[in-house]
């Protein structure tokens, strides 16, 4: 693998005479040629006259690790055929043994090696260790070493004594356009030609040593603009200071944090991160996926496997690069028992290859995106392939605050205040924020004017039409209750926020989870149940009757507390004298299970019914502090946690703050 990172070398090279580093032959080989210039640059003229002993010869990458096998043999007068017919000390001449080192080979085969030295050392033999990675080798072999040699990199000296070679009569050569860096064996003896003009030689150099293109994916914002992600930004500087060491020959790249796994749900911005990155740290850009792979060709198992083979030898030859894999949850787990699992298995096992160091990942920073880490086989979160993870959340009201100000810039009305408007779309992910900005640009254009408060507004509630007065404050009622209801557990659940800012089909919301570090208990899931209808029951006794907002599609009030309940009574198994496990169903199989078993709906409907009456008990107890804050939030528009517990404290009425101890589960 070619690699773009330099090494330091600590011996200057010296004056080089082409005409001894090689002899001249019909089968002229360019990289041989400079492979032996290499070795010249360091041990100069005791090149034959090196006491027995063992030497490390350090190499730019793999690529030069044969070139500078055979340049060894050829110094030391050793034949190369067969690998086995040496001059012996009795000869006159010490007896040379040459071990290659890839950065691919087996760790085991280094072990190995320690032996085969001590082998050699015992007959007062030469033994050369050519590696292009000194952390591969034992490190007993490199503290027993007479000496290291750093081999340079290819340089204009080595370049003008080659061309000198090639056409000894040759006039001044100028080097402009040549990528020094990039000259390989490889390279070498693709731009030569047996006859060849200097001029054709240096053109052909200039085409294959030309930097190869960087691949990003859209236009890249700087990471520096994405706001929310403090962990990822965090973990990208480590990664940047990480790579700088490395190309200074002071880290090596065993101890570089190598694989990151982005989750989070979908428009948390994993693709423009990984992106974000990538340019942040000065590294190419190579994006893939499962669905890539396999609408390559036919679509077979083979085509598959070559083709996610292809992207990884892509990034390879563009390294230093970051290879970013997105949705890595449909390459599946090995431990489904499917049809099809022979192919998941296939797969898997492919990709742990690909991934592991031992397939010349140098320079190579792998991304992983889902939006289901649990679904990932484990083998690729362990240490050493994808193994930092960090999970992506939706951006808290700063953080949106600066999504709003970078997206519409100059764009927006002086009036506006961002504020209040990141406010009224807590909730939203950072792609949410995007498309609301475009439509309140399009909003903004028709009228031809700068970006208002309206535009924005219309945006996040999805149009121009305003609710009227009595939707908005049952709205208020139905999230009142809700937040009024959550405030009851604060052991077991947590409030962020509440609005009235429809959205789609939503009239309003509240952000309500279970508490963070909290144990899923039964008293805690009976706790969400509770709040889950709250707004049900705030409706009813307050208004005298239930909109349709309580129910309905899937992700409803209801159909989330049925969906809860359900998982109580079939994967928690929380009822005692009956230990038996179901798997977690979708609504649908849910539907039909109800159907087929009609004592787990009556066991579902009557956890569903006591915590709606319990619920109901609450708000009626608090019926004067509901409607107070319904009243504030029809104003406000959007409500955080902070900001209602202020409202329940100004209250004149004290018992309104009593109801944590009056109203919780077991009181």
């Known amino acids: 693998m070619q690699n773009e990172f330099e090494f330091p070398t600590s011996n200057p090279t010296t004056e080089l005479d082409a005409t001894d580093a090689a ?5 002229f080989d360019c990289g041989d040629f400079l492979a032996e210039l290499m070795i010249r640059s360091l041990v100069n003229n005791s090149v034959n006259h090196l006491p027995h002993g063992l030497y490390i010869f350090r190499v730019k990458d793999d690529e030069w690790c044969y070139e500078i096998k055979q340049a060894l043999w050829n110094l030391y007068h ?17 007896y040379v043994q040459i071990f290659q080192l890839l950065s691919n080979d087996d760790r085991r085969d280094a072990l190995h090696l320690v032996k085969k030295v ?40 080595f370049l003008k004594a080659l061309i000198g070679k090639i056409a000894p009569a040759g006039r001044r050569v100028d080097f402009s356009g040549i990528t020094i860096e990039a000259v390989t064996p490889a390279v070498v003896r693709l731009a030569y030609r047996r006859g060849t003009s200097v001029t054709a030689f240096i053109r052909r150099l200039q085409v294959l040593t030309a930097p190869a293109p ?28 990480d790579l700088d060491l490395y190309r200074q020959g002071q880290l090596p790249w065993h101890q570089i944090s190598r694989g990151l796994l982005l989750a989070g749900e979908p428009g948390t911005g994993k693709t423009t991160l990984a992106a974000s990155i990538a ?8 994006a893939t996926s499962y669905a890539d792979w396999q609408k390559t060709n036919s679509g077979h198992l083979g085509d598959v496997l070559r083709a996610m083979t292809a992207k990884f030898t892509e990034v390879r030859a563009l390294a230093p690069a970051i290879l970013f894999i997105d949705e890595l949850d449909t390459v599946g787990s090995r431990s489904g028992s499917g049809k099809r699992d022979d192919w998941w298995r296939s797969i898997i096992n492919a990709l742990l290859e690909l991934l592991d160091g031992t397939t010349g990942n140098e320079g190579v920073i792998f991304i992983g995106a889902t939006n289901h880490p649990s679904s990932i086989d484990p083998a690729l979160l362990r240490s050493g392939r994808i193994e930092e993870h960090i999970m992506l959340h939706q951006p808290d009201t700063a953080a949106l605050t600066k999504i709003y100000r970078d997206q519409l810039e100059a764009e927006l009305d002086r ?41 924005l507004l219309s945006a996040i509630s999805g149009g121009d039409e305003r609710p009227s007065e ?35 089909n939503s009239a309003g919301g509240t952000a309500m989870q279970q508490r963070t570090g909290t144990v899923t208990t039964e008293a805690a899931i009976d706790a969400y149940l509770v709040a ?70 009556k066991k579902v409907s009557e956890r569903l019914d006591h915590a709606y009456l319990h619920a109901k008990g609450i708000i009626s107890r608090q019926v004067h502090l509901v409607r107070r804050l319904a009243t504030q939030l029809v104003a406000s528009k959007v409500m955080t946690y902070h900001e209602i517990v202020m409202l329940i404290e100004n209250q004149s009425d004290k018992e309104t703050l009593r109801i944590t101890d009056t109203d919780a589960i077991g009181s």
């Open 470 to 504: 009595d939707s908005q404050y049952r709205a208020a009622i139905h999230e009142s209750g809700h937040a009024i209801v959550t405030l009851a557990f604060p052991a077991a659940l947590q409030l962020s926020h509440v609005t009235v800012v429809g959205r789609g």
């Open 118 to 157: 001590q082998e050699a050392l015992a007959v007062a033999r030469i033994v050369a260790v050519i590696a292009s990675n000194l952390t591969l080798l034992p490190t007993v072999l490199e503290k027993a070493s007479d000496k290291i040699f750093h081999l340079p990199e290819p340089n204009r000296k």
């Open 532 to 601: 889950l209808l709250a707004g049900r029951a705030a409706e009813k006794l307050l208004l005298g009757e239930i909109s349709a907002g309580s129910g309905g599609p899937e992700a409803s009030d209801l159909g989330r507390a049925t969906a809860l309940a359900a998982k109580a009574e079939l994967s928690f198994c929380m009822r005692d004298g009956e230990l038996i496990w179901y798997p977690t169903t979708s609504a649908e199989d849910l539907a039909r299970l109800f159907a087929l078993r009609p004592d787990l709906a």
């Open 214 to 241: 960087r691949r990003e994916t859209g236009k890249v914002i700087p990471l520096d603009r994405l706001h929310g992600v403090d962990e990822a930004k965090r973990w990208a500087a480590d990664l940047k200071n």
């Open 78 to 94: 050793v034949s190369s055929t067969g690998g086995s017919r040496r001059r012996m000390v009795d000869a006159g001449l010490q």
């Open 279 to 286: 340019a942040f740290c000065g590294l190419n850009f190579v």
């Open 23 to 27: 002899e001249t032959s019909a089968a």
């Open 415 to 455: 009036a506006v205040d961002l504020k209040l408007i990141a406010r009224m779309s807590n909730g939203m992910t950072g792609a949410d924020v995007v498309k609301t900005c475009t439509s309140a640009r399009r909003r903004a254009r028709n009228s031809k004017r700068l970006v208002s408060f309206e535009d």
